[in-house]
């Protein structure tokens, strides 16, 4: 069973920086593809970043801000976020899928954090 759990979130003023985590089990790591969605409030869900055969892809509103890492020692997947925007704000979720590349509909999630930047 995949279990993905976040932590990170909170609430910060615009201009500052958080870094989200995901933790899994190291078979989940090292088996599947995990990026990060977010779902504002009254929008759906959206993709944020995750890998890609390989590279790294990134939403057009975070490109330049915010990184996805890797701790493979410590099996974990982090979204370091920088620059916040009122317009980040939302719920954060972490999502796997089996194989090398993140779809569009990840077949595992975690409970999500939130992330509320005030202005």
């Known amino acids: 069973q995949v279990q993905l759990v976040e932590s990170g979130g909170g609430l910060v003023q615009a201009g500052a920086s958080l870094r989200l985590s995901c933790a899994a089990s190291r078979r989940t790591f090292s088996s599947y593809a995990m990026g990060w969605f977010r779902q504002a409030p009254g929008k759906e869900r959206e993709f944020v970043a995750g890998p890609n055969w390989g590279n790294d892809n990134y939403a057009e509103s975070v490109k330049g801000r915010f990184t996805i890492s890797r701790d493979h020692a410590k099996n974990t997947l982090y979204l370091q976020m920088n620059s916040l925007k009122p317009d980040d704000t939302a719920v954060y979720y972490c999502?796997?899928?089996?194989?090398?590349?993140?779809?569009?509909?990840?077949?595992?999630w975690g409970q999500g954090t939130q992330v509320t930047v005030s202005s």
């Open positions: 999502a796997a899928d089996r194989g090398v590349t993140i779809t569009s509909t990840p077949q595992y």
